[in-house]
């Protein structure tokens, strides 16, 4: 949906480095992304009043993660949300930071996703009952997109190529973030792809999400309360859009057709990317944001995904700009 008002911005982010079995815990990275938007942006503690949690693959168990949290990071808020749908809880977390404030629940909202999901596993994809609901011999999410993917073979047919350049496309942009695990900052070629060995046939070992641990954090407020904490630089979200459990309603659904078709619509038709001057020297950015999340119920997953286009206000190029979450990262591969 299009913002009704232009009044809310993200006005900081920041992220930890990305490693493997780190020993640390979730509340721990939480706390150095936190330490790491504040310094950035020079808001004090005390101004936040609204938090939004991922939940952790680390810390599903808790179902008191998110108070927890609050507990950890020193916090009062007088808005709290808990995200549970996967890699979109971030973007998510988001929107509904934009809604609280427009509602006056709170002014200065931080989205938090934090895990550690290589050092504690601790999540359980049982669907209803796993001996009823399950494939057999489906051990996580690699072998359950691997139906999907052999699905949209017999559909339509699928190179090893394609996915391959998806694989050696994603690595180059991880050699550009600094925070990427330092074991994969080496670029992959086609061979390196092809000679990868097979974990879910058509899906590959350079197709696969590596668990990681790591956090980021976003800074959502109003524009008129990130210019008087001081703050210049900031992006605008201009609409938003969501399904979950596409085509829920069907007995059995085509597991190839995407609820983007449904929410992409939905979130680009009223925001043109188009250029457009503003006469500020912050240079700020205008997104549009639409995510999709499907539970698998047969297959034991939540598939989910997001995406994000911004839209700049002063004269610079078009950009599209992925939103990185450590329960669902794809830059260290």
Known sequence: MAAKKRDIV?????????????????????????????????????AIDGLSVTTPLSECPNPFF???????????????????????????????AASAIRDGHCEVVVVLSADAPSTAWRAN?????????????????PATFGLLMSRYNHQFGIKSEALGKIAITQREHALHNENAYAKFKTPITMADYEKSRVIADPLRLLDCVMFCDGANAFLVTTE??????????????????????FNG????????????SAIAPMAAAPVPLTATPAPRAAKPVEIAAAKYARPRANASSLAACCAVAAKPVCGEKSQTTAIPNPNNSKTTL
Do not use: H
């Not at 020993?23 to 790491?36: I, N, W």
């Not at 008129?224 to 459990?245: D, Q």
């Open 10 to 46: 993200i006005a900081g982010y920041s992220e930890t480095a990305i490693d493997f079995k780190t020993g640390r815990s979730a509340f721990d990275l939480g706390g150095e992304a936190l330490a790491k938007l504040l310094a950035g942006t020079g808001v004090p503690k005390d």
């Open 66 to 96: 998110a108070v927890y949290m609050t507990e950890a990071l020193g916090l009062t808020p007088t808005w709290l949300n808990y995200g549970g749908t996967g890699g979109c809880s971030a973007t998510g977390g988001v929107a509904r």
């Open 125 to 141: 994809y049982g669907a209803y009952r796993s001996e009823f609901q399950d494939p057999p011999g489906v051990q996580g999410p």
């Open 224 to 245: 008129e309360k990130a210019r008087s904490l001081g703050i210049t630089k900031m992006v605008f979200p201009t609409a938003y859009a969501e399904v979950t459990n």
């Open 249 to 260: 309603n069907q007995p059995l659904s085509e597991i190839t057709e995407t609820g983007f």
